[in-house]
């Protein structure tokens, strides 16, 4: 049998934290859609479950100069009536963004006493312009492929467990 073809075809870009929110906000939602900083996310993914600490220290992690980690999404895809189904769907990432999104619209606070309303300016452009991988896919009009995609890609490893902590 011949090894199939490539789930993850697409562009994968350098993108920026400012260029999720900064931009106008879409309005064309399909039925069972969320929205987080107008990305749109899939009716039949989990919702969000990262616990507070865990988007501190994501957030907390930008600032320090790690990876902010990668986000996989179906291309966007327009018709005449708008927005195609499926079109945009985040994949992989949605923990990510939500947590952007506690810091900086919901006051999170991080270090102790950060918060994104009290960064100086400076600290500002340097969190705005943080750097993350996005891979979007080219449009899929296949749910099923979109959740083998999303499948492959969250449910491949095996969580650690708090006694591997190091």
């Known amino acids: 049998m011949p090894i199939p073809k490539r789930l993850l075809r697409g562009t994968t870009r350098e993108t920026t934290i400012e260029h999720l929110f900064l931009r106008e906000t879409v309005i064309d939602c399909h039925p069972g859609e969320r929205l987080i900083f ?3 996310i899939p009716p039949w993914q989990r919702p969000e479950v990262w616990t507070q600490e865990q988007m501190r220290r994501f ?23 708008g927005r195609m189904p499926m079109s945009g769907w985040v994949l992989d990432g949605q923990q990510r963004l939500t947590a952007l999104r506690e810091f900086i619209d919901r006051g999170m606070v991080i270090f102790e006493d950060v918060t ?14 943080k750097h993350f991988t996005r891979h979007e896919l080219d449009y899929i009009a296949d749910e099923s492929t979109l959740k083998d995609i999303y499948n492959r890609i969250n449910f491949g490893g095996t969580p650690h467990t708090e006694r591997q902590r190091a």
């Not at 994104?116 to 312009?129: A, D, I, Q």
Request: glycine letters at 12%; one cysteine or more.
């Open 38 to 40: 107008n990305q749109f």
């Open 116 to 129: 994104y309303h009290g960064l100086s300016p400076v600290e500002k452009l340097r969190f705005h312009r």
């Open 59 to 81: 957030i907390e992690s930008i600032f320090l100069g790690m990876n902010c980690g990668l986000i996989v999404c179906n291309g966007l895809a327009w018709s005449g009536a």
